[in-house]
Every structure is written in C-alpha cells, then in structure tokens.
C-alpha cells in the first residue's frame, strides 16, 4: 500500500507589516569622497563590479561606516578616508552578521583562512 500522499505545502509572502525604524542619514559627498579616495573596490575581497559587469557595475559599491552609525547614536562629523570604506555586498553583510560588528581585519583574514 503506497504512502499517503499529503497535499503540498502553501507559503505566502506579500502582506503588508508597518514598520517603524530610526534611519540614520548618510552624506551623500562623504559617499562620493570616500570611493574617490578607495575607488569602487571591495577593501575586503578586492570584487570590483565594473571589472565582472562592465558598464553594469560601473560606480557600484557600498560603503561602510567602520564604527556603525547605530553606535554613535547622533550626528556626527564623518572623515570619509578614515570613518568610511567601500565593501561589497557580501562583505558588508558578512561584516554586520554580528554586534558589534565585525573588524574588517577580522573580516579579511577569515576570508583568506578560508579561501578554496
């Protein structure tokens, strides 16, 4: 006698939720001066997007503040060539996986550690 067969599982995504957050507003010329000094460049990994996406990825990077701004809890004058840094995506999340957040020195040597 074969198993019975239960019907398929249902998900369903796409309700509405209101969400309330505190957003921290960012300089938009701090932004710029920080990838004028690093250039578009993971300061982790070293993924460039323009070189694997062409025009695509052209002027395409986060940028990371080294102490998160959650942390500083107020305004503050930022220096974008020493508070600030270009990391990838996956460098990003990876550095804020946990609180506080990761040291991107700690970030880059896991990294090279596990390199295939």
Known sequence: MPEEVTGADTYIEGATKVVTIN???????????????????????GFDFEKVYGDLGKGYIHVHHIVPLSEIGKEYEVNPEEDLVPLCPNCHAMVHRIKPAKSLADLKSELNKNKL
């Open 23 to 45: 957003k921290y507003e960012r300089d938009v010329k701090a932004r710029k001066k920080c990838i004028a000094h690093f250039g578009c460049v993971c300061q982790v990994c």
